[in-house]
Structure formats: C-alpha cells, structure tokens
C-alpha cells in the first residue's frame, strides 16, 4: 500500500534527518532527497507536501543550492526552513539581507497572525532556536509576515492561498519549544495528511513484501551481533523461517560472553539456520606482531572478509544476499554535496566470482530509533536493541599494542566489570558508550607486602548524540571507585585503573 509522503528537499543544512525523523515521529513518512532531483521526479513521486531544509549559503551566492521555480507552482504545500524560507521568499521575488551580528540559540518569538493554520494552537510568545545571519528584509508580493523577533522582522511567513510558508527558525530542534506542534500542524491542518506511518504495519507489510520477492530462495545475512544487522535478522526470520540462513564470524575479540549471547538468542529466539565460525585463532595468528593500529584494523577486516566470503562461497551462493544497511547508511547529514547521497545504495563488497540473486535490505527505509522499535517489536532482547555502538574490530582496537589471546582476556575481564557496575548502578543509560581498554603500559603497585609490576586498564565514557563530537562522562566518583576497587581485586594481572578525561575533539571515542 502506497504511503503518504513528505519530502524533505535536502539543501545542505545540518539538522536534515532530524527533520526527517521529527516527521516520521508523527507517523507520516518523510524521505530525505538531494536538491539535484530534478522537479518532474519529485512531483511523480506524489508529495503530501515538501519541506525546504536549512543550508549553509547565502541564496545571493552564485554557486548556492537552487531549485526549479515550477515547485512553487505546483499547489504542493511547502514549509521552507531557515535557508529554505530564504529560497522561498528569493524565488518568490522577496529580499534577503546580511545582519551585522547573526542570530543564534534561543530567541523569543511572537506571533503576528494568530489565526495562521500553520500557528494553530501555539501561544503568542514562545522560545525558537535560530541560526542565521542572512534574513528575510521583504517579504515577496502576496505573503504576509506570521511572526517575528527583535532581531528578525520576519521570523514567519506565508502564502496560505499557495500553501507557502517559511521559518527562519529550525522547528525540528528541540529548543524550539512549540516545534513539533508547528510541524503537526504542517502536516496535519495544511497538507492534510492522516498519519499512517506505524511500525506495526511496516513489520507487517515487509514480511509480506520480502515473501513476495524472495519466493521460495535461500537468503544468507552476515550477522555481526550489533543492532542493525541482528533486527534484520529477525525481521526475515519472520518472513521466512529456515530459508534464512544468519552466518556469525566469531573472531574471538567479542566482549566476553557476547558470543555465547548473540548464538543463545538466536537459535533459542528465531527460526532460522544459524552457522557460527569460530576462527578465533585464525585472527589471532593473524595478529602476531602487529603494532600499528592501522595495520590491526587492515588484517582483521581482510580475515574477517576472507573467513565469512569462504563459507558463503562454498555453501550460500545463488540466494539472495541480506544485509542491514539503514537509512542514514544512505544520506549523508549536513552533507552539502548532496551529489553524493545515495551512492552506495546497492553496493555490495563482495568478492567479484560470487553470484547472488539480488541484494535486501529490509531495514533500508529506518532510522535507528525505527530499527530499535522494529526489533522490540521482532522480540529481540533489549540488551540487544539497546547496544553500544562496537566498532568492528572489537577489542583489537581497545588492546593496544600487539593483540593475543591472553591480553584479549584480561581486557575482556575488566570490561565485564565496568559493564556490570555502570549496569547495576543504572547509570548504563545516562552514557552514548562505555567500555575499557588495555594501555599495554605497566606500572608499579603494592598488594599486601608484594611490590607489584603489572597491566592498567583505563576506562572510557563519553556523552554524544552523534559521535561526531563527544564528552567525557562525569561519572560519579564512588562509582568509579568501585570499578576500580573490583578490576584490580577480580582480574589477574591488572594493578592499576585511570579514568580517560578527553573530549572528542581532540581525542576520538576509540582509542586505536
Ligand atoms: P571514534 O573512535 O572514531 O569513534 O571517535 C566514533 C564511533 O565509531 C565507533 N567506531 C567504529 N565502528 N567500525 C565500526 O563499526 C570501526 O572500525 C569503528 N571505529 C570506531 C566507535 O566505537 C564510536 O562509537
């Protein structure tokens, strides 16, 4: 069944997807698309409405993102944002000017025309989160101004006999306090949309369709145990029982126990073939005497492909192959060079002699929140749906220095203590990603009488939304001594326990 539609014309600004997922969050689907898009395809695509997004010019500027003036004609209903509500007012023959001092974080809003649909049920003064410099100093022929700020003579406006608006703010920012309420009346009061975005029915629809295009073929996933991948999983499973087969390299630099946890689950939870390869050793011989944090992520990404392409190629071949890629995997946020969203749709890194069917990627359409409430909904643990990001080499990252088994344990040790700790203490939630790392530096200590020479650990919490850019979590001090206290007390070899204080920048998340 065909679903309602926003677009969200992607004009280069950073808070893109947000807008995106602000809309879904009301249950009307929106789609990210690069202002290349020509304007005939747009309009095929049927649009509920269109939403300009925010960008990083100045509309004067020869090389800024433009659009076909036809979009205006259309009776699409448009919200334009901050650069897109300058583009609006700049097509439309209205005047855009540079402040001397910009505009930027909360600012008081009023507003002007009470009785604007788009304003419905929103008080009069309010609190928007701006980010502009360049305004709307004339208001094009046939708009009238909605609301304003001292700064910012134009902070709404609008066409309501052409469904044109514009704000100046970003609605989609949770700052701005009556944001959702202005975006629900977008959708709902002007493009008269009913909402009929609901994960139950995606579950419900995707099963349908994956049985459709799969048939009666085996499909085979490379489940690494993360969240996309094991929502795709189940989310086939579903569909298609044993026709699924999960392939789960085990390269032996899993947190401790993750393996036995990722293998219990789906075998006990999920009808499906599940083949787990426990080549452990093989990366580890891999590994001997490489230093280079480079040179580590090169020869476990090369054994890890050569291990999971080798059991495909002799046993999966001619199915279909599944993976899960999500949406943001697509579009690239805040990209300006919207020419290269999309790109890697459909690309495969496989060895070139393996043949498959065609490729799915059933979570391809979500964000990570939708995939989270996908998989609650698939019955997946929340330990599971809830998992830190895990960077794809495992601990081999987080040993630093030369990366053996013995090493690998004592880390996986303490990593089992800091997570049971930051668990019991509910804290878990309250940090974007926890988790310990071998330095590989010793230092002297004393237990008992005995002088001690012995392995660190460190430990590193950060706050983020993004992982762009991140802190390092204040948590609180007695926690952290009793991480400390039972690292040192449970796991051999260890004497010592810091605490990492680096931002991101400077410092990354990771340590290698
Ligand atoms: P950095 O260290 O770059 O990490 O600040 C940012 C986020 O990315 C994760 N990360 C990885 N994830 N493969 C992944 O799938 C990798 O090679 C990798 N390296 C880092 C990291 O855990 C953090 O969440």
């Not at 999920?270 to 080549?279: G, H, K, S």
């Not at 909904?377 to 088994?405: C, H, K, N, S, Y």
Request: net charge negative.
């Amino acid at each position: 069944m065909k679903k309602e539609l926003i677009v969200v014309l992607d004009f280069g600004g950073q808070y893109n997807q947000l807008i995106a997922r602000r809309v879904r969050d009301l249950n009307v689907y929106a789609e990210v698309i690069p202002y290349t898009v020509p304007f005939s395809e747009l309009k095929a695509m049927n649009p509920k409405g269109i939403i300009f997004t925010g960008g990083p010019n100045s509309v004067y500027l020869e090389s800024s993102p433009h659009y076909a003036a036809e979009v205006l004609e259309a009776g699409i209903p448009i919200l334009g944002i901050c650069y897109g509500a300058q583009l609006m007012a700049y097509m439309k023959g209205g005047k855009i000017a540079h402040a001397p001092v910009g505009e930027y974080g909360r600012t008081e809003i009023a507003i002007r025309k009470p009785q604007s649909r788009l304003w419905k049920e929103i008080p009069q003064e309010s609190v928007c989160w701006m980010s502009h410099t360049d305004f709307i100093s004339e208001v094009p022929a046939g708009f009238e101004v909605t609301a304003s700020t001292v700064g910012c003579p134009c902070a709404a406006m609008e066409n309501d006999e052409l469904r044109l608006y514009a704000v100046q703010f970003h609605p989609e920012v949770s700052h701005t306090t009556f944001g959702t309420a202005l975006l629900k009346n977008f959708l709902f009061e002007i493009c008269r949309c009913v909402g009929d975005w609901k994960m139950d029915d995606f579950v419900e629809e995707t099963v349908v369709s994956l049985r459709e295009r799969i048939g009666g073929h085996p499909v085979v996933l490379g489940l690494s145990g993360g969240v996309d991948s094991s929502v795709a999983a189940a989310l086939l499973s579903r569909a298609i029982g044993k026709q699924l087969t999960c392939v789960f390299v085990d390269h032996g630099l899993m947190r401790k126990g993750e393996g036995d946890f990722v293998e219990r689950t789906f075998t006990s939870l999920f009808d499906m073939n599940f083949v787990r390869i426990n080549a452990a050793d093989q990366f580890f011989f891999r590994l001997k005497g490489l230093i280079d944090p480079e040179d580590k992520r090169k020869a476990i990404g090369e054994e890890f492909y050569r291990v999971f392409w080798d059991n495909v190629r002799e046993n999966h071949e001619n199915g279909f192959f599944a993976q899960g890629t999500i949406y943001p995997d697509f579009i690239e946020s805040g990209s300006g060079h919207a020419q290269t969203i999309k790109t890697h749709h459909n690309e495969v890194k496989k060895p070139k002699d393996i043949r498959f069917l065609g490729v799915i990627e059933p979570l391809c359409l979500l964000f990570k929140d939708e995939v989270r409430r996908v998989g609650l909904q698939l019955g997946l643990p929340e330990d599971l749906v809830w998992r830190q990001p895990f960077p794809g080499p495992g601990l081999g990252v987080r040993v630093i220095g030369e990366v053996t088994a013995e090493r690998v344990a004592i880390l996986q040790e303490a990593d089992a203590v800091l997570r049971d700790e930051m668990k019991k203490s509910g804290y878990e939630r309250e940090t974007a990603q926890f988790f310990a790392i071998l330095p590989g530096v010793r230092t002297v200590g004393v237990m008992g009488d005995h002088r001690t020479y012995a392995e660190q650990i460190a430990i590193r919490a950060v706050t983020t939304d993004d992982f762009m850019t991140a802190d390092w979590a204040k948590v609180p001090y007695d926690l952290l001594g009793r991480i400390s206290n039972r690292i040192i007390n449970e796991v051999d070899q260890v004497n010592r326990v810091v605490y990492d204080i680096t931002s991101k920048p400077p410092g990354t998340v990771e340590w290698e």
